[in-house]
């Protein structure tokens, strides 16, 4: 099992900046690829940012492409999401997910924490 917990959701203004956090425990973090989800008011979830597990495969959604970067760092256990130039259709609860497996984590992931809601004002 693997435990996640987001933090770093609010309320920032158009063109502005947030950067989310990922906090796990349990099984080996650095075993496991990180994924960011995002879910806005009456649509379905969608994929955003997902991270291999030693960093050096990433790959964006393209409405977050030049705008968003995935990171993480496994001496901490913890995976980020940094939002530059904020849109209002960014507006949603973002959630951090886990798997053994970067190829489909985009499609199924195993690990699911319960999301920070992400407010972008116009």
């Known amino acids: 099992q693997v435990q996640l917990v987001e933090s770093g959701g609010g309320l920032v203004e158009a063109g502005g900046s947030l950067r989310l956090s990922c906090a796990a425990s349990?099984?080996?973090?650095?075993?496991?690829?990180m994924a960011w989800f995002r879910q806005a008011p009456g649509s379905e979830r969608e994929f955003v940012a997902a991270?291999?597990?030693?960093?050096?495969?990433?790959f964006y959604a393209d409405s977050v492409t030049g705008r968003f970067i995935i990171s993480r760092d496994n001496t901490k256990s913890t995976a980020s999401l940094q939002m530059n130039n904020l849109k209002t259709e960014d507006t949603a609860v973002y959630y951090c997910?886990?798997?053994?497996?970067?190829?489909?984590?985009?499609?199924?992931?195993?690990?699911w924490g319960k999301g920070t809601l992400v407010t972008v004002s116009s």
């Open positions: 997910a886990a798997d053994s497996r970067l190829s489909t984590i985009r499609i199924k992931a195993s690990y």
């Open positions: 349990g099984r080996t973090f650095s075993g496991h690829a």
């Open positions: 991270i291999g597990w030693n960093g050096g495969t990433r």
